[in-house]
């Protein structure tokens, strides 16, 4: 009778004779084990000889099944399934087990120093590269790489900023830049390559701005020198009327003729000609018409004064009489828009020094008395002389004083100088001195006073 479930099971009926399946007494026949030779002449190693000795358990079909029949009644034993042990390492392979674990260590290291290298793109002055490098962060790259940055270049990122593969450093460099912008002298640091570039940079209106240079001039690392002028707005007044321009001219001059205004002759501006002009300036143009005048004007002379005892105190004479100096002026007389204008001193020179004056100065002390003469009433004598005044002059300039001496008088009774010109005291004193020489007589219209 045919089972195909069992079909892969063999009858048994080809060993030796063994107790019936499911007999209680063990037997010796209850295991099969293969000979040696028989796993040696299979080409098994030693170990697998060793693995066959262990017990090889039949297999066994699902539960409740029927084991099929052999012939004559012998229940079939199905055929069994030997389980084999690993075979043993050979001794080559031992030996290059440590050269495995040194290979594994290496390649483990080859990450590591793969992992901390970074691909990095730097871009200096706008010149870009890319390259690998082992440093942490920006300022270790640019070192690494020799790049030197100062206080007006600009590092982005900036430095000391860590670093990753795949990340983009750019250096620019500074320049400086002399700028004249307005009138207006300074120095300024641009990054920028171009003269455009550094206006745009710098904030400066370019729009209808003089540029001393080509906008598309390069701006090397040393720099250049660069002279804008922006346009303003200027207004102009001349001749009653009001122009008002946009320029970018240097001076207020050049601004006028923009204007269509010229100058003539002396006309000028309410702001210097020269000067830088102003935005929302406004200039007034100054008609000037004029001409020159010469005047001599007088230079007063100096008093110079000295003591002299041979001088009675309170008088004095003078020793060289002072003259004036002359002095030659040249003015500048100007009428601005019609209206004249104050005289302006353009040129003088001395014609004449002036002359000193010498005066001496007396410190004799003043007799008071003259025998003789004092009991006389001089003060009577001098209201009808001069009317009491010391330094009276007749009409003819000939007598002088209170007493009217003439010159000669006067100096022959010691006096000095013009007796007009000496005290009240030394002109009663020579008075008294001429009346003891000679009487009333010098006085003959006046000299009865004496008595009165």
Same mark, same amino acid.
């Given at each position: 009778?045919? $089972?195909?479930?069992?079909?892969?099971?063999?009858?048994?009926? =080809?060993?030796?004779?063994?107790?019936?399946?499911?007999?209680?007494?063990?037997?010796?026949?209850?295991?099969?084990?293969?000979?040696?030779? #028989?796993?040696?002449?299979?080409?098994?190693?030693?170990?697998?000889?060793?693995? #066959?000795?262990?017990?090889?358990?039949?297999?066994?079909?699902? #539960?409740?099944?029927?084991?099929?029949?052999?012939?004559?009644?012998?229940?079939?034993?199905?055929?069994?399934?030997?389980?084999?042990?690993?075979?043993?390492?050979?001794?080559?392979?031992?030996?290059?087990?440590?050269?495995?674990?040194?290979?594994?260590?290496? #390649?483990?290291?080859?990450?590591?120093?793969?992992? $901390?290298?970074?691909?990095?793109?730097?871009?200096?002055?706008?010149?870009?590269?890319?390259?690998?490098?082992? =440093?942490?962060?920006?300022?270790?790259?640019?070192?690494?790489?020799?790049?030197?940055?100062?206080?007006?270049?600009?590092?982005?990122?900036?430095?000391?900023? =860590?670093?990753?593969?795949?990340?983009?450093?750019?250096?620019?460099?500074?320049?400086?830049?002399?700028?004249?912008?307005?009138?207006?002298?300074?120095?300024?640091?641009?990054?920028?390559?171009?003269?455009?570039?550094?206006?745009?940079?710098?904030?400066?209106?370019?729009?209808?701005?003089?540029?001393?240079?080509?906008?598309?001039?390069?701006?090397?690392? =040393?720099?250049?020198?660069?002279?804008?002028?922006?346009?303003?707005?200027?207004?102009?007044?001349?001749?009653?009327?009001?122009?008002?321009?946009?320029?970018?001219?240097?001076?207020?001059?050049?601004?006028?003729?923009?204007?269509?205004?010229?100058?003539?002759?002396?006309?000028?501006?309410?702001?210097?000609?020269?000067?830088?002009?102003?935005?929302?300036?406004?200039?007034?143009?100054?008609?000037?018409?004029?001409?020159?005048?010469?005047?001599?004007?007088?230079?007063?002379?100096?008093?110079?004064?000295?003591?002299?005892?041979?001088?009675?105190?309170?008088?004095?004479?003078?020793?060289?009489?002072?003259?004036?100096?002359?002095?030659?002026?040249?003015?500048?007389?100007?009428?601005?828009?019609?209206?004249?204008?104050?005289?302006?001193?353009?040129?003088?020179?001395?014609?004449?020094?002036?002359?000193?004056?010498?005066?001496?100065?007396?410190?004799?002390?003043?007799?008071?008395?003259?025998?003789?003469?004092?009991?006389? $009433?001089?003060?009577?004598?001098?209201?009808?002389?001069?009317?009491?005044?010391?330094?009276?002059?007749?009409?003819?300039?000939?007598?002088?004083?209170?007493?009217?001496?003439?010159?000669?008088?006067?100096?022959?009774?010691?006096?000095?100088?013009?007796?007009?010109?000496?005290?009240?005291?030394?002109?009663?004193?020579?008075?008294?001195?001429?009346?003891?020489?000679?009487?009333?007589?010098?006085?003959?219209?006046?000299?009865?006073?004496?008595?009165?």
């Amino acid at each position: 009778m045919s $089972n195909s479930q069992y079909e892969t099971y063999e009858p048994y009926a =080809a060993h030796e004779p063994y107790e019936p399946y499911g007999s209680s007494e063990p037997s010796s026949r209850d295991t099969y084990r293969p000979s040696y030779e #028989a796993w040696a002449g299979a080409g098994a190693g030693a170990a697998e000889a060793e693995a #066959a000795t262990e017990p090889l358990l039949p297999r066994q079909g699902a #539960a409740g099944d029927t084991l099929p029949q052999e012939a004559g009644g012998r229940t079939a034993v199905p055929r069994v399934t030997r389980r084999k042990r690993p075979p043993e390492r050979p001794d080559p392979l031992r030996r290059l087990l440590p050269q495995a674990l040194v290979v594994a260590f290496l #390649a483990g290291g080859t990450s590591a120093f793969v992992a $901390n290298d970074k691909a990095i793109e730097l871009s200096v002055d706008g010149k870009p590269r890319t390259l690998h490098t082992f =440093a942490d962060d920006v300022t270790e790259l640019l070192a690494d790489e020799g790049v030197r940055v100062g206080a007006h270049d600009i590092v982005a990122p900036a430095p000391g900023t =860590a670093l990753a593969s795949g990340d983009e450093v750019a250096v620019r460099y500074g320049r400086p830049v002399h700028l004249t912008l307005d009138g207006q002298r300074r120095q300024v640091w641009t990054t920028a390559h171009t003269v455009d570039g550094a206006l745009r940079q710098l904030g400066v209106r370019a729009e209808g701005a003089y540029v001393s240079t080509s906008r598309s001039q390069p701006i090397g690392r =040393a720099g250049l020198a660069l002279d804008v002028r922006t346009e303003r707005t200027v207004t102009v007044m001349a001749d009653g009327r009001a122009r008002t321009i946009r320029t970018n001219a240097a001076t207020v001059r050049e601004a006028v003729d923009e204007a269509g205004i010229t100058l003539h002759g002396q006309d000028t501006t309410s702001v210097a000609p020269g000067s830088f002009p102003r935005d929302g300036q406004t200039v007034t143009v100054m008609r000037v018409t004029g001409s020159k005048e010469v005047r001599e004007e007088p230079i007063p002379f100096d008093v110079q004064r000295s003591d002299d005892s041979s001088l009675f105190r309170g008088t004095e004479v003078v020793e060289q009489a002072g003259q004036a100096g002359v002095r030659r002026v040249t003015l500048s007389l100007r009428t601005v828009n019609g209206v004249k204008q104050k005289p302006k001193r353009i040129r003088s020179e001395v014609v004449r020094e002036p002359r000193t004056q010498i005066v001496k100065v007396g410190t004799k002390p003043m007799p008071t008395s003259v025998q003789g003469a004092d009991h006389l $009433n001089w003060s009577g004598l001098a209201a009808c002389e001069s009317g009491g005044r010391a330094g009276a002059v007749d009409p003819s300039g000939t007598y002088g004083g209170l007493y009217q001496f003439d010159t000669h008088t006067w100096h022959s009774l010691g006096g000095s100088g013009r007796p007009q010109d000496a005290p009240a005291a030394e002109q009663t004193l020579r008075a008294k001195k001429l009346y003891v020489r000679r009487g009333a007589s010098p006085w003959p219209h006046c000299g009865g006073q004496l008595h009165g």
